[in-house]
């Protein structure tokens, strides 16, 4: 593993451009990659361009786009030159875009032509650098769509040509680049619908990635598949920095990751590594693995013997490291807890899963394990360097918020001295707002959100996350929430619909009818559940969600939309 001289994203891709100058790096699944030397060069030329447009150290500058080989161009020039990333998540609604803009005062932003449309016709006080992240070129700010499509047919200023670029760097001051310095501000949606900024160091990206190296083993010949968006620090630093760090290539979608081209993708690529957000592997489980193991009588009474049931779920995972092209050897599970149904597949079919545990705080990464030492319903033991505690913990279970300490965890919010200062406890331990408890091994068990908590009528605990696996394990169910109304406990559900349509085809029930079933459905649902909890845990009342939940980035139902008081 390279050493680096400082610990910051300008020396990093030096050091890769050095050690791997002629290996792939970024790609479009369908196109050429680029090399890490030419990597570099572009990095380089961008950089180069936003000093020249007045852009210098501290500055911040956004990125809206979806993941492409052109945004890790973007990020890097931003870093490397000293500046300040501020990446957006393409699913922000347009009045979430214009305040983080605003807010952070960026001078530039990288946009793509998708999501354009947000900023248009809109005046910023400190934008004055607007750039095409599509293909470099430079646009006027406060251009309209339309004007836009039409600059684009005439023709605009180009920053950069790939495969056809000139560095002219002579003259060129280098800005020193500090391990400390701020390398991104990312703003969260999280769940509560309060968006902060996260001040994130180069120390606390580039520790972290070298730390999770050395837990997972990633080379140079390692291909990855990105599916999540590089703007959320997950994939940023995980499955982005980390590859860059070990010379190895990343693949971007250029189209929505629809069913059909994400099989096609992973044929194509054969991806050695992967992550994903728990609803992507849940819902290849709930919709082609489990159907197959309950399609006719002789399979579902088979599958009634634990032995055998391990057999055939071994045999379903070989034919599921077909579909992600056979050569995967780490598939990272993150940003929101897996159905411990589905957790129970995937250990009995050996498939290389690992679940991590972290936060856009603490760059992300707190705990996680290689596929190899994992522990059911474990996010494994804390990654080497980080400081775990439970504060106050219960003394009965051992249960307590998770605390947290490292070089991983943030600066602090931007701009929001009293909110950082309310996140750290009076001895320098990070709150991270999560209850959990720690084995005798040192392995982390995350038990869910302190504010989602609910007191039991007699003072228990009851864990809501908990309460909505058993739930989701429901063959007609998909999604859920649960929540206290009326001192009574209540569930969410959003139904599988597919499902429903197939059972119910052939009875031409009228729509007054389906209505009656459904509820049906759903008491008996609520009834075998209440089988399967503590008393003081059982539910009063099964509500029917028909749209699915609005959910972040990484997958997290946005709760405080949908609790009824």
């Known amino acids: 593993m390279q050493k680096f001289e400082k610990l910051t994203l300008k020396e990093v891709l030096k050091k890769s451009a050095e050690l791997y100058p002629k290996r792939p790096a970024l790609a479009l699944v369908d196109g050429a990659p680029i090399t890490y030397e030419e990597l ?19 500055d911040r500058v956004a990125i809206l786009s979806e993941s492409k080989p052109n945004w890790g161009i973007a990020y890097f020039a ?120 996260v001040m994130l160091t180069h120390k606390n990206i580039v520790w972290t990635a070298q730390t999770t190296r050395s837990i997972v083993k990633i080379t140079e010949v390692d291909r990855l598949l990105s599916i999540l ?83 055939l ?20 599970v993150g940003g929101a807890a897996l159905s411990p149904e589905v957790e129970k597949f995937l250990r009995e079919a050996e498939f290389p899963y690992s679940i991590g545990y972290g936060l856009t705080e603490t760059s992300p990464l707190i705990a996680g394990t290689d596929a190899a030492h994992t522990r059911y319903r474990s996010t494994g033991p804390p990654i080497p360097g980080v400081e775990v505690k439970i504060g106050n913990p219960d003394e009965k279970t051992g249960e307590g918020e998770i605390l947290v300490k490292g070089p991983n965890v943030m600066k602090g919010y931007f701009k929001d001295s009293e909110r950082t200062k309310e996140v ?54 998909l999604e859920s929430i649960v929540f206290q109304q009326q001192e009574k406990l209540v569930a969410r559900v959003f139904l599988n619909y597919e499902k429903l349509d197939e ?24 009834k075998n559940v209440n089988e399967n909890v503590p008393a003081f845990a059982r539910l009063s009342r099964f509500i029917e969600q028909q749209e699915p939940f609005e959910k972040t980035p990484t997958q997290k139902i946005k709760r405080y939309l949908y609790v009824e008081e």
């Open 424 to 477: 750290f406890t009076e001895d320098g331990y990070f709150r991270t707002g999560d209850l959990g408890v720690v084995d005798e091994d040192g392995y982390l068990y995350i038990k869910g959100r302190l504010k989602n908590m609910i007191l039991g009528p007699s003072g228990e605990n009851i864990y809501p996350e908990e309460i909505e696996a058993i739930i989701n394990d429901q063959d007609c169910v």
């Open 503 to 526: 059972d119910f085809s052939t009875k031409n029930f009228s729509e007054t009818r389906m209505s009656r079933e459904i509820q049906k459905l759903l008491e008996n649902c609520r």
């Open 78 to 197: 931003v870093t490397t030159l000293g500046a300040v990333a501020v990446p957006i998540l393409p699913d922000f609604h347009q009045s979430a875009v214009q305040h983080i803009i605003r807010h952070s005062k960026c001078k530039a932003i990288f946009i793509s032509k998708k999501q354009y449309e947000k900023i248009e016709d809109c005046r910023f006080e400190a934008l004055k650098t607007v750039i095409l992240i599509d293909d470099f070129q430079l646009i006027e700010p406060n251009m309209s769509k339309a004007k836009l499509e039409e600059a684009l047919q005439n023709g605009i200023r180009e920053i950069l040509k790939i495969r056809d670029v000139a560095l002219r760097l002579t003259g060129r001051k280098e800005n020193d680049v500090e391990e400390e310095d701020t390398a991104a501000v990312i703003y969260t949606s999280g769940t509560t619908g309060h968006s902060k900024g």
């Open 229 to 311: 968006p590089l703007s959320h620090t997950y994939e940023c630093t995980l499955g982005f920095v980390i590859p860059i760090m070990s010379g190895a290539c990343i693949y971007y979608l250029d189209k929505p990751p629809t069913p059909r081209l994400l099989v096609q993708s992973l044929q194509n690529i054969k991806p050695t590594m992967m992550l994903s957000v728990p609803l992507v592997i849940e819902k290849i489980y709930k919709t082609r693995i489990a159907p197959e193991l309950r399609k006719n009588t002789i399979v579902r009474t088979l599958s009634k013997s634990s032995l055998i049931l391990k057999r």
């Open 40 to 58: 570099r060069q572009y990095v380089d030329e961008v950089s180069h361009f936003m000093q020249q447009e007045g852009i210098g150290k501290g």
């Open 313 to 332: 779920h071994k045999i379903a995972g070989k034919k599921l490291m077909k579909t992600f092209g056979g050569e995967l050897h780490f598939f990272g």
